[in-house]
């Protein structure tokens, strides 16, 4: 053995003399990690994670929660004199007379930044791909919560140095409270110790921050991590490929190599953004004022969608004897989150249920293969996106110049129209795809090459595919839609659960009623053999040419 | 043991599954062809390509080290030391790019470093493992659920209600110590949303400067931010003067006569034209500032609420449901603008007690 082993030989010998390690060594660490570029988007979250929870230990050492009134009479000069709480001095002594204090803030506010951004793609690439359904539906739900306790942790983190774009945000979350019907007077008086902005909520918000959500996350990450481990990640359908292998490079030393470089790849660019891209002047702001705003502010941009839909939610109001229900309110900010987060916790039961099909899946879907799933992802996308940019729309109005009520009405209307219509023409396309597939599959490639047949007839010559290439475009499983049954058995004793039975039955016609089927063996030869001129015996897949009416 | 309907349900689908499984993959067209090899890389077939790749390497960990103490000499080099007028913020910024690049270029060249000497160097074979089924085994299952079931059975807990009723009931009760100890989070609201420190007679005074107002100081179509003069006596420390800003913060505007619809019951409310509103918006608290002269209408930067300060501050676009309240002006001894009263409707956003 080579030195170095010998060298990490003799820590790993005494580490297993007391706990038996190398068992799990042996089987782990030449494991296998499958590669594509599509599998680092959940990397590029856990590692802006651990950069967010290097950077906010380092703050935590000056900043001070506290909304304890003081004069400032520190370094920044336009401040000094000015009445403010403790949190905004100290975030400003941070900025300003630490150094590398106001480039640490900076990581930290990035890092967030891209850690929310790098679940949300990571979940569209789960959702997409089918890689939620069984035996991953509890990270499915566990990367749900996560994702929550992101957003919440975002916004908390927002919220503590107290200057006046956070205290707007949070004055608009205490309107939400507030028009929670019975309780939300007495939760907003709760959480703020009496009235807005009362002098308790940094405090409070900290422990939050730094403490209690973290904590969770960190708990989430590890039970996230060990079921990707100890269910092996999914691959996509190729040669030598299946649902009962997983096909990568070993763990020791290409995925360590690779992972490892990209921890300090997302670290690096995180920190390269902070030295060159300035987020929240909080010194140009300054402290937090309920009686001040400034316009043209925005939250950051995971909770634009909120602040979008509170923009265009209509003014519906109205009263039971006397007491408000303020639907312009309520919808947008505790019903509308209720309304996107049920469904997508549930979608893998969702799916189930409707296919049927409670197998391990361990082979990703190509979108295309799935295209009601990726229409309704599609329409969730859609449906996300115009919240989010309704959140913006006195911004949108200035780049058309047009009045912002114009945008607000045409949000109010697309909300409601766009996604069913994206819905249908990615169903389209899907099925395109799959039309497209399937043709190459039966008569190859485009060559490019037009060919004259004795008859005089001229055509493009199509080239065959690779065996694997083929072989990927048909490895997904054959979809057929749920089949109800008779209605009566053989005895004429109804089928139970009849009513259940025809639900599932119609949506899974929905999912798969028109999904173009991959060729079978059979049609595979007829094609070959229909050739111009092909079609010799044993060279069946050599040369398939001509137009093909199907 | 009784086999649940859980249990047929899960028979049923796992043969369904295996049937299900069969019609699909026998008319699969092409068979798998097995993994193919993956090319030779330049660097496995050219020694010359292989060491250019470890230079490569070897010299972005090199630039890494030196870009790290680049970072210290910055840290010395670029200081943000305040004098009398305070922080020199061009230095903060030099201070923030020096030591940003350097740390951010060393991080970023270790881990291209690492991913390039992985994907030039390393040995490139993909290596294949089996996948198990995750379930157990019927045998195992069968015997941990009876073990399960001896262990229930020596425990008693199914046989001896009285027990097990007990521990449920003590159990059940334990929580709400937890939520009654959050109860001292913060006082019953009560009537204080609905009670600002405005009051009879208090003065209507500019914001900052405090200065009382008379009516002659107002032109026609200006707009004043105001504040009652007791705001002042309030205690400097605290959370009096921030909670009082977001709820007692109001502005002026003069319009002239017959400009403005005058609403029944408001006839005395304007002293000369002038009229005073809220300033916290009634969508969700933001303080309003838009003011357009022209169509006297006041918009909410947050969510662009429109109200319309000749129709007696009705909401006229956007989220907001509520008008703005109007506080009650009139015109002390010494021709000052004072408060009639405190406003008579909820300020700021609605919430459940506000009209009882």
Redesign the interface.
């Given at each position: 053995m080579s030195a170095v082993v010998n060298g990490a030989g003799k820590l790993v010998s005494w580490v297993d003399d007391r706990v038996t390690t190398n068992n799990w060594l042996k089987r782990n660490i030449?494991?296998?990690f499958p590669d594509h570029w599509s599998f680092l988007l959940g990397e590029i979250a856990l590692y802006s994670f651990i950069v967010i929870l290097l950077s906010g230990v380092f703050l935590t050492l000056w900043f001070k929660p506290s909304?304890?009134?003081i004069m400032y009479d520190?370094?920044?000069?336009?401040l000094?004199d000015v009445?403010m709480s403790e949190a905004f001095a100290s975030t400003l002594e941070l900025?300003?007379?630490v150094?590398?204090g106001?480039?640490m803030r900076?990581i930290h506010h990035w890092g967030a930044i891209i850690f929310v951004a790098a679940m949300s793609v990571h979940m569209l690439r789960i959702f997409f791909t089918g890689a939620f359904r069984k035996?991953r539906e509890i990270n499915w739900v566990i990367g749900v919560l996560m994702l929550v306790l992101g957003i919440t942790n975002g916004f908390t983190g927002y919220s503590l140095p107290d200057d006046l774009v956070s205290g707007?945000g949070m004055?608009?979350i205490?309107?939400?409270m507030?028009?929670i019907?019975?309780?939300?007077?007495?939760l907003?008086?709760?959480?703020?110790?009496?009235?807005?902005?009362?002098?308790?909520a940094i405090s409070r918000l900290y422990v939050l921050h730094i403490l209690l959500v973290p904590g969770l996350i960190l708990a989430l990450v590890t039970i996230h991590l060990i079921l990707i481990w100890y269910?092996?990640h999914t691959h996509w359908g190729g040669?030598?490929?299946?649902?009962?292998?997983?096909?990568?490079?070993?763990l020791f030393?290409?995925y360590t190599?690779?992972a490892?470089?990209?921890?300090?790849?997302?670290?690096?660019?995180?920190?390269?953004m902070?030295?060159?891209i300035q987020i929240l002047p909080i010194w140009l702001f300054g402290p937090?004022?309920?009686?001040?705003?400034?316009?043209?502010t925005q939250p950051d941009w995971y909770v634009g969608f909120l602040?979008g839909a509170?923009?265009?939610?209509?003014?519906?109001?109205f009263?039971i004897a006397?007491?408000?229900i303020?639907l312009?309110?309520l919808v947008p900010?505790v019903l509308l989150p209720g309304i996107i987060l049920t469904p997508l916790i549930l979608y893998p039961w969702i799916e189930q249920w409707v296919t049927?099909?409670?197998?391990?899946h361990?082979v990703l879907d190509r979108p295309r293969n799935q295209p009601v799933r990726t229409g309704v992802g599609v329409a969730f996308i859609t449906f996300y996106m115009l919240l989010w940019i309704s959140g913006g729309?006195?911004f949108v109005a200035t780049i058309f110049d047009v009045p912002?009520?114009w945008i607000?009405r045409f949000m109010q209307a697309a909300v409601i129209l766009l996604p069913p219509l994206m819905f249908w023409v990615t169903k389209r396309i899907c099925l395109g795809l799959q039309r497209r597939d399937r043709d190459r599959?039966l008569h190859g490639a485009e060559s490019g090459v037009i060919v004259v047949s004795p008859e005089g007839e001229f055509a493009e010559a199509h080239a065959p595919l690779a065996?694997?290439t083929?072989?990927q475009l048909?490895?997904h499983?054959?979809q057929?839609p749920f089949d109800l049954g008779p209605e009566t058995d053989e005895y004429g004793i109804p089928a139970p659960r009849r009513r259940s039975a025809g639900v599932r039955s119609r949506l899974s016609k929905f999912y798969f009623g028109d999904v173009i089927p991959?060729?079978?063996?059979?049609?595979?030869e007829m094609a070959q053999h229909d050739g111009h001129g092909a079609g010799e015996p044993g060279k069946e897949r050599e040369i398939a040419t001509g137009p093909h009416a199907e | 043991m009784t086999i649940s309907r859980d249990d047929e349900m899960s028979d049923y689908t796992t043969e369904a599954g295996t049937e299900l499984e069969r019609r699909e993959r026998a008319g699969d067209p092409i068979g798998d062809p097995g993994l193919p090899e993956s090319p030779p890389r330049l660097t496995d077939l050219d020694e010359r390509a292989a060491r250019r790749a470890e230079r490569q390497v070897a010299g972005m960990f090199g630039l890494a080290a030196v870009l790290t103490v680049a970072f210290l000499v910055a840290y010395v080099v670029f200081p943000i030391a305040a004098d009398e007028g305070g922080v020199d913020v061009g230095a903060v910024r030099d201070s923030n790019l020096a030591l940003g690049l350097t740390l951010g270029g060393a991080l970023l060249l270790i881990g291209i470093g690492a991913i390039h000497w992985a994907r030039k160097l390393m040995t490139s074979h993909q290596v294949v493992h089996e996948r198990h089924e995750l379930r157990s085994n019927d045998e195992t299952r069968a015997a941990a659920l009876a073990d399960f079931e001896v262990g229930a059975e020596e425990s008693g807990f199914g046989r001896r209600k009285l027990i097990r009723n007990s521990l449920i009931g003590a159990m059940l009760l334990l929580p709400l110590p937890a939520v009654i100890l959050l109860r001292d989070l913060g006082p019953a609201p009560g009537g204080v949303k609905k009670n600002t420190v405005w009051d009879t007679g208090v003065r209507v005074v500019k914001d900052r400067s405090f200065t009382p107002i008379r009516p002659s100081d107002m032109q026609v179509g200006s707009l004043v931010v105001a504040m009652p003069e007791t705001y002042q006596d309030l205690p400097d420390h605290g959370p009096a003067r921030p909670n009082e800003r977001g709820k007692a913060s109001v502005f002026l505007i003069r319009m002239q006569p017959g400009e403005f619809r005058v609403e029944e019951g408001r006839e005395n409310w304007h002293v000369d034209g002038i009229v005073c509103y809220s300033k916290i918006c009634t969508h969700v608290g933001c303080p309003i500032t838009l003011y357009e002269r022209d169509t006297h209408h006041m918009l909410c930067p947050c969510h662009q609420s429109t109200f319309d300060l000749a129709n007696s501050g009705e909401a006229i676009f956007g989220p907001a449901n509520r008008p703005l309240p109007q506080l009650p002006l009139a015109v002390d001894d010494e021709g000052y603008l004072i408060a009639q009263s405190d406003f008579v409707d909820p300020v700021g956003p609605s919430f459940w007690e506000m009209n009882t």
């Open positions: 030449r494991k296998a909304m304890a009134h520190g370094a920044y000069a336009p000094r009445g900025s300003f007379e150094r590398g106001l480039l900076q035996p707007t004055r608009i205490e309107g939400g507030l028009a019907p019975i309780v939300g007077t007495y907003s008086s709760f959480i703020f110790g009496g009235e807005f902005p009362g002098d308790d269910q092996k040669a030598g490929k299946s649902n009962q292998n997983v096909v990568g490079y070993p030393p290409i190599a690779k490892g470089g990209f921890f300090f790849v997302v670290f690096g660019v995180i920190v390269l902070s030295a060159t937090y004022d309920p009686s001040v705003v400034s316009a043209g602040d509170l923009r265009i939610m209509p003014s519906w109001e009263y006397g007491f408000p303020s312009n309110v900010s049927g099909d409670k197998r391990e361990h729309n006195d912002v009520m607000t599959v065996d694997a083929a072989y048909t490895a499983q054959r057929v991959k060729p079978t063996r059979d049609e595979l | -």
